[in-house]
């Protein structure tokens, strides 16, 4: 390659990349009319929450009745086997999310794939890893109140309620968030909501090694605002409590809510609070491919960074199948951030719950996707993959201490100890293992998983 050129007649210029920007979709809102249960819904239905959340389907009987002819009978027969064998949450999904869906190739379409999933999408040899567990990340073991799990030196995570606006197939918090399913009896919370919410302030209030809380749950678009902003409000007014994160897929999948009166109000209160205190007030969503972001979306996210919300950031999931793909993290990232102004903030491994091996992908998938990224958002858009490890935290995926690509075993360090270990000396010098998808295994590896006992 001839590099050498005239001063001031450089030669260089646009190259050909593997992925082109700028994208060639056109950001509109789909046209739910096309979907036979909403042809003759009006834009002022469409738009309205209550409306929303009463056409919410909640079953494949109401899918069925929603999408009619559009849904093929073995993908139904195939979604109703896999609720009464491997789903870990139920049906829940509200229509502003099913109009994302590609719904003349359900089959296929990655926003089905995780929303609604299949029986045949899931393995059949290892459709659970030996390790997998309920509360993957033992995030009940670390409460310190209920709901409240102190797991960083600084920061905590505030579990408000159990419910969300759309149920995930891959929820990470399956074992405490949504409907029973005939696989899994939800964990219920034992204490009262008010009386839950002033345990965890009066820790917080106790605990001025905090200076950051994640308000989440279950999604705080299920939180009434009525209740949800006295809890803030509240958090506002402990002197250590330096950075609120509000926490809600529901942004994406029904923004609706985020554009009503009386939630807009609040969280307007809030930002101005926020803003007198001294504390960075954000939003941080969950969308997993491009598809699932719409101008409505758009619009909810401009009313929040209008009235005060330092950021509003996306922290997605790696899922097999949805968007395991440069082009498909690319397309999200740019869509996040030219269209819906999102910061696209993290990507997370899928965690082991049970029955998600057709989703996960291993470390070394994980590091070539972050490398084959890097260089085309800049920097402070660039969206960190993270492994969060099992007692451990979120570490960047290339920040392995050990891999046995071999057993698909990687082995984790960290600096710091959880609320269960304050008395574990050894917690700072153990190696902590996280285990990739068998099936992303040689043959040697899968062999030697098939001879181990699954963990209790």
């Not at 009503?260 to 109000?265: E, F, K, P």
């Not at 996306?314 to 102004?341: E, I, Y």
């Not at 996280?434 to 001879?451: C, H, K, M, N, V």
Request: with cysteine; hydrophobic share 40%.
């Amino acid at each position: 390659m001839n590099t050498t050129s005239t001063r001031g007649k450089p030669d260089a210029g646009p190259a050909q990349q593997p992925f082109t920007y700028p994208l060639r979709k056109e950001f509109v809102e789909p046209d739910w009319r096309r979907i036979p249960g909403f042809k003759d819904v009006t834009q002022a239905e469409w738009e309205s929450a209550l409306w929303q959340r009463k056409h919410t389907v909640k079953n494949l009987r109401e899918l069925k009745a929603t999408l009619g002819a559009l849904l093929p009978d073995d993908l139904a027969m195939s979604m109703e086997l896999d609720q009464k064998e491997r789903a870990t949450m139920s049906i829940l999904v509200p229509p502003q999310m099913l109009n994302t869906m590609a719904v003349e190739d359900l089959w296929q379409d990655p926003v089905r794939r995780y929303m609604l999933p299949a029986f045949a999408d899931r393995r059949t040899d290892w459709a659970n890893h030996p390790r997998a567990s309920r509360d993957s990340l033992h995030e009940a073991d670390m409460w310190v109140v209920e709901g409240l799990t102190h797991r960083y030196p600084t920061k905590v995570l505030a579990e408000m309620l159990p419910t969300c606006p759309q149920y995930c197939g891959h929820c990470t918090r399956m074992d405490l968030v949504g409907n029973d399913v005939p696989q899994v009896s939800k964990h219920k919370f034992a204490t009262g909501q008010k009386e839950r919410y002033e345990q965890m302030l009066d820790y917080l209030r106790r605990t001025p090694t905090v200076r950051d809380v994640v308000v989440s749950g279950g999604d705080i678009a299920n939180l009434p605002i009525q209740a949800l902003e006295p809890f803030v409000s509240a958090l506002m007014d402990i002197p250590n409590i330096r950075d609120i994160r509000l926490a809600s897929k529901g942004l994406m999948a029904l923004p609706q809510h985020f554009l009503q009166d009386s939630v807009l109000q609040g969280l307007d209160r809030l930002a101005k609070k926020a803003v007198d205190r001294g504390v960075d007030l954000a939003l941080h969503t969950h969308v997993n491919h491009a598809e699932q972001l719409t101008p409505l979306v758009g619009k909810a996210v401009r009313k929040l960074l209008d009235m005060g919300f330092r950021d509003v950031r996306n922290q997605g999931v790696l899922l097999r199948g949805v968007n395991d793909s440069p082009k498909a993290l690319l397309d999200l990232c740019f869509t996040l951030l030219d269209h819906a102004k999102i910061l696209p903030y993290y990507f997370y491994m899928c965690d082991m719950i049970p029955n998600s091996e057709h989703w996960r992908l291993s470390v070394a998938q994980a590091q070539k996707l972050q490398h084959d990224i890097m260089g085309y958002m800049p920097g402070f858009a660039t969206p960190r993959i993270v492994c969060d490890v099992p007692f451990v935290g979120k570490r960047w995926i290339h920040q392995v201490a050990e891999y046995d690509r071999e057993r698909g075993i990687s082995y984790w360090t960290k600096n710091y100890r959880t609320s269960v270990e304050a008395n574990d000396a050894d917690a700072l010098e153990r190696k902590y293992e996280y285990f990739d998808p068998i099936d992303t295994l040689p043959e040697s590896g899968q062999a030697w998983w098939r001879e181990q006992p699954k963990a209790a």
